[in-house]
């Protein structure tokens, strides 16, 4: 299982940005994926979940209005579009997949709000 994220960068605050996340190794349209992200000095905290047919979406409340989650099936990627980017968004940005009973997360990417 291969996770592969993408599109983070240095924002200014109410400003956006679209992550994507690739995955492989496994059948990507048969599984619920998250996205999670973890600030300097705190926990990693999920984000949003998006289910195998993007339709059930499910948010932070802190996010709710501001991001949108969705994935392209076909193109084996999940994606996160983030308005109104705030400094508390500031972070480095996971995709998850729970597969075979196995926790896998990529290698992060990372968001900068700064002014």
């Known amino acids: 299982v291969q996770l592969v994220e993408s599109g983070g960068a240095l924002v200014q605050p109410g400003g956006s940005l679209m992550l994507s996340c690739v995955g492989s190794g496994f059948r990507f349209s048969d599984y619920r994926l998250s996205w999670y992200r973890q600030a300097p000095g705190k926990d990693r905290e999920i984000v949003a979940t998006i289910g195998d047919n993007g339709i059930s979406k499910i948010y932070k409340d802190t996010v709710k209005g501001r991001f949108t989650i969705s994935r392209d099936n076909s193109k084996n990627t999940m994606y996160l579009q983030m308005n109104d980017l705030k400094f508390e968004d500031a972070g480095v940005y996971f995709c998850?997949?729970?597969?075979?009973?196995?926790?896998?997360y990529g290698q992060g990417t990372e968001v900068t709000v700064s002014s």
């Open positions: 998850y997949v729970l597969y075979d009973y196995k926790n896998y």
